[in-house]
């Protein structure tokens, strides 16, 4: 099993242009999230889903879209980037049980640098 | 507001001693609390995790605490070795979210 990957694992993008970034997991979870993480921030939620064809927002959404068409996908999409997107971006995934997700298995991250 | 802290940025040990690393929250009622381990390039890794009604939970060299009182957890590695160094996070449920929050994470770096 390959776990959670990530693609692509280096960008650099010119202000205001868009790209998607994709994460796959072959675990068959339920959950998928998107983190970024900055020096000094620590790891923060951009949106999360709880399953196929849902998606929410977490700590930090604004500027980026989400979707989950499959269950073992979940893609992050910047539309217009800004230098402020520039950061390290993890996806991780977990199972589903009562009271809240799981144990979260995270992809080797992709860093975004915005020129 | 609901906050995590974990004791510092860094921590230095020497080889063959305990380290302990803290992590506090306030304004939260966790049901569990997790550990993880991120090495420099790399995502977080689990370690271990231990529910609301569980005192101390161990792995190997690794042992948890959790004081719901205190609002607190206590990460210790025993017997540090220079390969333990990395970056240590906790991380809380938040209730009825589908979601975890994580603190900011101690660098630890253990000194031959």
């Known amino acids: 099993n390959a776990g959670v990957t990530q693609t692509p694992k280096f960008r650099v993008l010119k202000t205001g242009q868009s790209m998607t970034l994709l994460c796959a997991q072959d675990m068959n979870h339920e959950y998928m999230y998107w983190y970024r993480q900055d020096p000094g921030m620590g790891l923060r939620l951009i949106h999360y889903?709880?399953?196929?064809?849902?998606?929410a927002k977490g700590e930090v959404p604004d500027g980026y879209n989400v979707s989950r068409l499959k269950k073992q996908n979940f893609l992050l999409g910047l539309e217009s980037a800004a230098p402020s997107q520039t950061s390290v971006y993890f996806c991780?995934?977990?199972?589903?049980?009562?009271?809240?997700?799981?144990?979260?298995?995270f992809g080797p991250g992709t860093r975004l640098t915005v020129l | 507001s609901q906050k995590i802290e974990q004791n510092s940025e860094a921590l230095n040990i020497q080889e063959g001693k305990t380290a302990t690393l803290t992590c506090n929250y306030t304004?939260?009622?966790?049901?569990?609390l997790q550990w993880y381990r991120q090495d420099p390039g790399r995502g977080p890794v689990f370690l271990l995790l231990i529910r609301e009604n569980e005192k101390e939970k161990r792995k190997e060299r690794l042992k948890v605490t959790f004081d719901t009182t205190l609002k607190q957890s206590l990460f210790h590695i025993t017997a540090s070795q220079p390969a333990d160094s990395a970056t240590y996070l906790c991380a809380l449920d938040v209730g009825r979210d589908d979601k975890i929050i994580f603190g900011k994470g101690t660098r630890l770096h253990i000194l031959p």
């Open positions: 889903s709880v399953g196929e064809g849902t998606t």
């Open positions: 991780a995934s977990s199972r589903a049980r009562q009271g809240g997700p799981d144990t979260q298995y």
């Open positions: 304004n939260y009622s966790p049901a569990y």
